[in-house]
Structure formats: structure tokens, C-alpha cells
């Protein structure tokens, strides 16, 4: 326990007043908790963000598979295009350079060497639709964020894992 005089310290003052600062607590341990929190932190949120990621797409799958998606469409210029899995296949969760954690499809990804359009640049088109082709919207990934729960649920969930993170580190309960 540290105690400091302040009239000491800035001269002067009457000699029969002080004024004492005392350390309560464990003030090593707190020092620690605040020095690791930027490293704790980061792995604590991509934590969260790898949780949010894993469950929507999940969700995501599981809409293509209970077929509130269709997997068939008429594309332009003759071609029947039938995803045969590819669209499925290629949904990922990618990790940026940038500590960022989502779900979406890789740029640059064919499901055939025959096609003139990405997976991606199809799912787009699908998603938004298209008035030129004559494609009406199909709104997969935007509505199921929103059947998810969005970007509410997203932060409850990486609050979670922050939280969780400290409890198991430090055994300290935050509020």
C-alpha cells in the first residue's frame, strides 16, 4: 500500500493537513488487465466475429436447403444455368488482412470454365435481379440477416464472447 503526502510533494500547505493517496485493491492485477486489454480485446472480438460468421451461415445454408431459395434459373442466351452446388460450395467465411471475419463468396470464382460471370457476380444478379435479363429479385442474403437478427445479434453475440473472454482470463465478472 502506497501512501503520498500531497503537501510534501507540492511544498508549501499547512503542515498539520495532508492529504493521503492510498492504492486500494489489487492494482498489480489491474495493471496487467489493462496492459493485455488491446491484445485480449482483438482476440475476443474475432472471436465474436468468427461466432457471427459461423451462424449466419449456417442460417444462409440452411435457407438454400429448405429451398426458400431457389437453386434454378433461366439465364440468358439459351444456357439453363442449374447450380450444381457451386453457389452452395463456395460460400465461405473469409478473414481480411484487416482482423475483419464475414461470409460471402470469393471474387473471382467460376462454377464452370464455360461461364462468363463469377459465382459471385451471379449471386448478385440473383439477389438484386436484373431488369435487362429479366431477372426478378431473390433476396437470400438480405433476408436472412434479417431473419438473423442483424447487426443487433451480431453485437450481442461478439459483446458475448468479449465478455467471456475476460471472465476466463481474469475470472473478473464486467457489467
Known amino acids: 500500500m502506497a ?21 486500494n485493491g489489487n492494482w498489480h492485477k489491474i495493471h496487467q488487465i489493462i496492459h493485455r486489454l488491446p ?6 472480438m474475432m472471436a465474436g466475429q468468427r461466432s457471427v460468421a459461423k451462424k449466419f451461415k449456417a442460417e444462409i445454408l440452411k435457407a438454400i436447403r429448405s429451398n426458400s ?3 434454378k ?3 440468358q442466351g439459351g444456357g439453363l444455368f442449374v447450380f450444381t452446388g457451386s453457389y452452395k460450395r463456395n460460400i465461405k467465411i473469409i478473414t481480411t ?12 470464382v467460376r462454377g464452370n470454365n464455360k461461364s462468363r460471370l463469377t459465382i459471385s457476380e451471379y449471386a448478385n444478379i440473383l439477389e438484386q435481379g436484373s431488369v435487362t435479363r429479366g431477372i426478378v429479385p431473390r ?37
Not at 491484445?39 to 475476443?44: E, H, I, Q
Not at 488482412?97 to 473471382?108: C, F, L, M
Open 3 to 23: 501512501r503520498y503526502s500531497a503537501a510534501r510533494r507540492y511544498g508549501g500547505g499547512d503542515p498539520a493537513i495532508k492529504v493521503i493517496f492510498e492504492k
Open 39 to 44: 491484445a485480449t480485446l482483438r482476440v475476443a
Open 69 to 71: 431459395y431457389p437453386e
Open 73 to 75: 434459373k433461366q439465364a
Open 97 to 108: 488482412n484487416s482482423n475483419r471475419i464475414y461470409v460471402g463468396i470469393k471474387k473471382g
Open 139 to 175: 433476396p437470400l442474403w438480405r433476408d436472412t440477416w434479417r431473419k438473423f437478427g442483424g447487426k443487433k445479434r451480431a453485437i450481442r453475440i461478439i459483446e458475448w464472447h468479449i465478455r467471456a473472454t475476460y471472465l476466463k482470463q481474469h475470472g473478473l465478472i464486467l457489467r
